[in-house]
């Protein structure tokens, strides 16, 4: 894509109301733009990034045997009043009237709506255990929705709702998400904590966060140092043994925390970060089953209430904590797997025929090898062109300029550790396709 036909809206200075670094950094590499309080537009370079972690949550999900199904952002209130779940939520549930003087609502969550629809097609134990789940936009109506999409009042998430014919099944539905977690996180080059959580609205006893581990994060966690030596190479190749290793180890928020009197962990061991909560997992029994009256047939011809479990990842508030884990005081530094593009050309002098002729040629030739490449074949000055791409945080810039060019190199950047070399352009090619 060239800069100069892209919309990249960025900004120099760091807006006012934007406390946080991944929200001050979103807004000023273009990658969002508020529109109500706590709403976002997705901007281009926004949304490819958005798009490359949904794609990474959807492949772990399908991986683990879930089965991806749409459903709609309204709801009707009905649903929620058989679950008995209307009047209780609270005013962060957007409720609306239709024309018809139906109540509805903009849905925060589905476990009313997905136990309905498998309610509707499920019969027997021939029909379980299944996980279904989808990525779909959500509206929480938040008191003080603040620091950009960690914590907005719309925000796209991934929710996955398993059902089991006993306590057993849910068990090993609930191991298989706790593992497509780990996956997830590890895949996107993040730490992930697992902390066991109250479960809140929606209800059971079992129930763990998934905290990344970030200075500017918005929760303070207290957890075993060995947690820190599980390495990712693990996390990706996790089983239920994984599990137990981690869930056995110490792992707790603040406030749970301070009502530990005597702490299992030795001073030397105890560790304290910041943590951002980007995934949650419920395992809830037949509350939602029973109430809304979900029953199949077992094979001695009973009828039971299946057991469920939810399991959410906030999609666009993993954006945020991305660049919390990822960036230095130049702008974002995206991980490899997310980033959207893979590499900045940056053509130093669009008014020399040379140096454009020779940018031109490489940027073909990356097109052709599937690189997906920035040109910021824009008439502007060296500086300007280089505080856009460290902004926007691509892995690699390629730099081609009429001193470099007169001694047969270009410059190579990798955007992580600031390194710099000067390659041939076939070197440099050979490097960025291989």
């Known amino acids: 894509m060239r800069l100069?036909?892209?919309?990249?809206?960025?900004m120099k200075e760091t807006p006012s109301d934007a406390q946080i670094v991944s929200h001050q950094l979103m807004l000023?590499?273009?990658?969002?733009?508020?529109t109500a309080a706590g709403i976002y537009a997705w901007l281009p370079l926004g949304l490819k990034v958005l798009k490359r972690i949904e794609r990474i949550v959807r492949e772990e999900q399908d991986r683990a045997g879930a089965v991806e199904l749409l459903m709609p952002t309204l709801q009707s209130a009905d649903l929620w009043r058989q679950s008995g779940r209307y009047d209780a939520y609270g005013p962060e549930m957007l409720r609306i009237r239709d024309r018809h003087d139906r109540d509805?609502?903009?849905?925060?969550?589905?476990e009313e709506m997905v136990t309905a629809l498998f309610r509707d097609g499920a019969r027997s134990y021939r029909d379980l255990p299944r996980i279904l789940y989808h990525i779909q936009w959500k509206f929480r109506d938040e008191v003080r929705p603040r620091f950009g999409v960690m914590r907005g009042r719309e925000f796209l998430m991934k929710d996955a709702y398993s059902f089991d014919l006993d306590e057993a099944g849910l068990k090993a539905s609930y191991e298989a998400m706790f593992v497509a977690y780990l996956r997830t996180f590890a895949r996107l080059g993040l730490t992930a904590v697992p902390v066991k959580a109250p479960t809140g609205p929606i209800g059971g006893d079992l129930s763990h966060e998934f905290h990344i581990l970030a200075d500017t994060g918005e929760s303070a966690l207290f957890y075993d140092a060995a947690i820190e030596d599980i390495s990712r190479d693990e996390l990706l190749a996790a089983d239920a043994s994984t599990i137990a290793r981690l869930t056995g180890l110490y792992a707790m928020e603040e406030e749970e925390h301070s009502k530990v009197a005597d702490c299992p962990v030795p001073a030397e061991r105890l560790r304290t970060r910041r943590g951002i909560e980007v995934g949650h997992?419920?395992?809830?029994?037949?509350?939602?089953?029973?109430?809304?009256?979900?029953s199949v047939q077992t094979r001695e011809g009973a009828q039971v209430?299946?057991?469920m479990g939810s399991y959410g990842i906030g999609v666009s508030r993993l954006m945020g904590a991305?660049?919390?884990?990822n960036h230095d005081d130049k702008g974002i530094v995206w991980p490899d797997a997310v980033a959207p593009f893979q590499v900045g050309l940056v053509n130093m002098r669009v008014d020399d025929g040379n140096v454009t002729s020779a940018a031109d040629e490489i940027y073909g030739r990356l097109r052709e090898a599937g690189v997906e490449t920035l040109y910021d074949d824009r008439d502007e000055r060296g500086g300007a062109k280089f505080a856009t791409m460290d902004l926007i945080g691509l892995p690699w810039q390629l730099i081609v300029g009429p001193k470099g060019l007169e001694r047969g190199v270009v410059e190579l950047k990798r955007r992580s550790g600031g390194e710099r070399e000067e390659l041939s352009i076939e070197s440099a090619l050979a490097r960025l396709t291989s």
């Open 104 to 110: 509805m609502l903009y849905g925060p969550t589905n």
């Open 28 to 34: 000023r590499a273009g990658l969002v733009r508020q």
């Open 4 to 10: 100069s036909r892209y919309f990249l809206p960025v």
């Open 281 to 294: 997992i419920f395992a809830f029994g037949t509350k939602y089953s029973a109430s809304m009256g979900l």
């Open 305 to 307: 209430h299946p057991q």
């Open 322 to 325: 991305l660049i919390e884990a």
